[in-house]
């Protein structure tokens, strides 16, 4: 029984360290590509576009050579989001007559995006929940005027903020994002005027939806390295024991079949 704990302690100490050799791979292909999007958002910050745009440039030539498929959450919308924020960005950089506030929006936009492909921990997106949610409750509060002028102002607030996370939400899936998406595009694109009813309605929903975004990704976040490791060492836990059920099984055939040769001599 020794034998087979110390079996057992030797499988869950290699699983476990071979997780760690993974993600420990994984996360040095993607530091060098996290750090210079990094660097390129500070740039624009301040305004130095040129410098900014050929550190793009070098994320770029590092894109294309990086593993993709050691990320966590790679797929062929996840690279496409990173297709359509680069150039999203490289087009704000190049750009001399945008202004300050769209060009750092967009080149944010592509940060957040970089991020949420490698990292699933901790993303950056979701420090974006304080500040959407009060813009949402500042939504219910002016959907009760009369004039719907500023209700439409801070409901295009509410979708340029939306818009900046909403790549790295696609990469993530931190939920169904069809409902939010559709009713922003409805409103803002409607050119009826809405009754206060209506407004205050939307206004309420939309808080709900966008809280229920976090929520849900701090509720179904998971570290696919760690149910990897789980379902591997339970694997090979249920193969040892079933192993050493085997062998007692075994075992006590074997005596009882010594057994009753016994009495056939007697």
Known sequence: MRYVKGILLFLVCFGWLGVQNVQ??????????????????????QENLTEA????????????????EQSPFFDTESEQAISLTLQQA???????DMEQVER??????????????????????LLSETSLLKAAEELKVVAEDQTSDVFYQQLNEINRQYQVIRPAL????????????????????????LDVGARTAYAAQLEE???????????????PSLWWMIFTIGGMIIVSLSYVGWRKYAASQVKHQ????????M
């Open 24 to 45: 420990a791979s994984s996360e040095s292909h993607w530091t060098d590509v996290s750090k210079t999007a990094d660097l390129v958002l500070q740039l624009t910050k």
């Open 53 to 68: 745009n050929q550190l793009l440039e070098s994320f770029n030539h590092t894109w294309q050579n990086v593993n993709h």
């Open 170 to 193: 696609s990469i993530q899936a931190a939920s169904d994002l069809y409902f939010i998406d559709t009713q922003l595009d409805t409103f803002l694109s409607s050119k009826k005027q």
């Open 209 to 223: 939806d966008i809280q229920t975004m976090y929520e849900e990704y701090d509720q179904e976040e998971a570290d």
């Open 258 to 265: 010594e057994k009753e040769k016994e009495k056939e001599k």
């Open 104 to 125: 750092v929006d967009r080149v944010t936009t592509f940060r957040l995006a970089v991020d949420a492909v490698s990292n699933n921990s901790q993303p950056l997106w």
């Open 90 to 96: 490289q087009v704000a950089l190049q750009s001399s």
